[in-house]
Structures are given as C-alpha cells and as structure tokens.
C-alpha cells in the first residue's frame, strides 16, 4: 500500500529537481550562463519497479490516476532528451518536464 508521506515525498522530490534546475541556471560559471533542465519521471515499468507494479492494490490505485492508463517505459523519455541535448534546444533552459502520464494533473 502507497501511503500518503511515499505520495508527499515524491512530490518534494520534484519540487527539490526543479529548484536545484533554477538554481543551476542563475550560476555562472566563468561568467557564462548554463543551461540546466530536468526531466521528471511518473511511473515508470523497469526491472526496478517490478516488484511495485507486481503490487494489484497499489497498481489499480495508481492507475486510475493515470490518464494514460499505462505505466511509464524508458522510451518515453528519448526524444525530450535529445531536444534537451541538441543546439536546438539552446535558448530552452531553467525548465522542468514533467513525463507521468498525467499524474500529476490528479
């Protein structure tokens, strides 16, 4: 069973990832700007997470609050990171992306 501190602790988590991003960004490091962005993951189907996902009580829960209605994969987060490691994302920084599924909207 997910209780409410694991529920509060991964939204700290994040919270603390998207501060450390901006704070990373305001530093100069001789005296040019970095760019710093973070990729935040929901639920995501690794040999990790098995045993959780292996879970049926927290798996139903924790789907029904997924609009995606699927647990993350790794491949999910390929092409955002290679835009956040391109030229093309050179003007993008201080920025977090939150990948969940739609988690985080419920």
Known sequence: MVKRSVISS????????????????????????????????????????APLFDNDKFSEKTMKRIPQRRWGVPKDFGPIAIYFSSDASSYHTGDSVVIDG????F
């Open 10 to 49: 991964i939204w700290t988590l994040v919270y603390d990832l998207h501060f450390l991003t901006m704070l990373i960004v305001r530093s100069a490091v001789n005296g040019k700007f970095n760019r710093a962005n973070a990729i935040l993951p929901g639920w995501i189907e690794t040999e990790m997470t």
């Open 102 to 105: 739609g988690f985080c909207c």
